[in-house]
């Protein structure tokens, strides 16, 4: 009975919880913004239900918002990854409505991003595409390290599990499902070169150097933090601020501010950071980072004690994030020229749109810090213990190829 109600007023009206006819690519709109959530894993199952109800309180039909959401199919809420657009519905309201069911899959995959990606344009053909990415983050850091495991234990010996977890943490690099992770290079090998106008990563750490070179021949724009995006990200300024993006010339500056307006008023736990990044003008900056870096090869080691952290080391893990995520500038300083830095800093300049951050992030007995110096960056400095990824940082990142294998 639901089916053939769905049907019979697909022409005027839509219902939530229902398919919609398949009406893919009839009209192409100003914009299409496609949120990518992975929420099959540890915390944010249920943090997706709330993120999306977020988004249609925000979103007034100004163009298309397309949702792809893998839930945890062990709450019994949802069987399986979907497709859905944010349509408006019999009470007047915006809600999400299913436009293809995937079954149960794999999230992490560069394969499904891709797939994915190719269905919301092939849905929803814009003139100008955005994209959110939300899931849980550790930067650039590469996947399948043992530094980088994560307990996941539910019970339950089913298909999607390739590995058992052994240890604890927040590693997940820029997808995670259960404990299947997608690396930040086989992730942004997965986005189609210039079609996103601005990519905004909901996910922790993804303000790093190495990050933003691996994406900046795929976007104009990249919005993220340095730290980590303490939990409900940005599902409180959604009602509010998403509007944001949907201007003719998406603003991503005003959707920045609400967000640390929004956090600064968290009476629990008011701490943020946010930095808008023009891709366009990565290059130069690499170019200025690549003569200190390359000569201080063996030595990145010795320049971490002291210097600016966001990260916070993890009591459950072997990895300890305080050592692997430092303020680009306060770090380089230490064994750069000055003339180096002022290029560095120029070329920053032209890099860093925007930039905020509360004044210390966490609390002290969660290793809590203190942010004395901020220049909107963060970079790898190589621990010494950390061979393997140090060796992925220099071989398999793109920066690390440009700064010190590519001649």
């Known amino acids: 009975m639901r089916n053939i109600l769905c049907l019979l007023l697909a022409?005027?009206?839509?219902?939530?919880?229902?398919?919609?006819?398949?009406?893919?690519?009839?009209?192409?709109?100003?914009?299409?913004?496609?949120?990518?959530?992975?929420?099959?894993?540890?915390?944010?199952?249920?943090?997706?239900?709330?993120?999306?109800?977020?988004?249609?309180?925000?979103?007034?039909?100004q163009g298309k918002l397309l949702i792809y959401r893998d839930y945890d199919s062990r709450t019994g809420l949802i069987s399986s990854a979907t497709l859905s657009s944010v349509e408006l519905t019999t009470d007047g309201t915006y809600k999400d409505v299913v436009l293809k069911r995937y079954g149960s899959e794999n999230s992490a995959s560069a394969d499904v991003v891709a797939r994915s990606i190719r269905d919301a344009v092939d849905w929803a053909p814009a003139e100008s595409y955005g994209l959110i990415v939300f899931s849980r983050g550790s930067g650039w850091l590469p996947t399948d390290q043992t530094e980088l495991s994560e307990s996941y234990d539910d019970g339950n010996d089913d298909d999607n599990d390739i590995r058992p977890y052994t240890s604890t943490g927040t590693a997940g690099s820029?997808?995670?499902?259960?404990?299947?992770?997608?690396?930040?290079?086989?992730?942004?090998?997965?986005?189609p070169a210039g079609l996103f106008d601005f990519i905004v990563l909901e996910a922790n750490h993804m303000g790093d150097i190495e990050t933003l070179y691996e994406l900046s021949d795929k976007t104009e724009r990249l919005l993220t933090s340095v730290t980590e995006i303490c939990s409900p990200g940005f599902t409180g300024i959604y009602p509010d601020a998403l509007k944001h993006l949907y201007e003719e010339s998406p603003d991503l500056e005003a959707f920045a501010k609400a967000y640390m307006e929004h956090w600064r008023k968290e009476p629990v736990y008011p701490f943020a950071t946010i930095s808008l990044y023009d891709c366009t003008k990565t290059q130069a900056l690499v170019d200025a980072l690549k003569a200190p870096l390359a000569r201080e090869i063996d030595n990145m080691h010795?320049?971490?004690?002291?210097?600016?952290?966001?990260?916070?080391?993890?009591?459950?893990?072997?990895?300890?994030?305080?050592?692997?995520?430092?303020?680009?500038c306060d770090y380089v300083k230490r064994f750069a020229t000055e003339k180096e830095m002022t290029e560095i800093q120029k070329a920053l300049d032209k890099v860093i749109v925007y930039k905020d951050h509360t004044k210390s992030f966490g609390l002290k007995k969660e290793d809590g810090f203190d942010i004395n110096t901020y220049c909107g960056v963060s970079i790898y400095p190589e621990p010494e213990n950390y061979i393997v990824i140090n060796n992925t940082h220099r071989h398999g990142t793109r920066f690390g190829r440009y700064v010190w294998v590519v001649n």
């Not at 913004?33 to 199952?45: E, H, P, R, T, V």
């Not at 820029?174 to 986005?191: C, K, P, W, Y």
């Open 11 to 61: 022409s005027a009206f839509l219902l939530p919880g229902c398919d919609k006819v398949d009406d893919r690519g009839k009209n192409t709109g100003k914009r299409t913004i496609f949120c990518y959530m992975a929420g099959d894993n540890n915390d944010l199952s249920d943090e997706t239900t709330a993120k999306i109800k977020a988004m249609c309180e925000g979103f007034g039909g």
């Open 174 to 191: 820029i997808i995670q499902d259960r404990h299947n992770m997608l690396s930040m290079t086989d992730f942004a090998a997965a986005i």
């Open 302 to 328: 010795l320049y971490i004690e002291g210097v600016q952290r966001f990260g916070r080391k993890d009591k459950n893990s072997d990895l300890d994030y305080s050592m692997c995520f430092l303020d680009l």
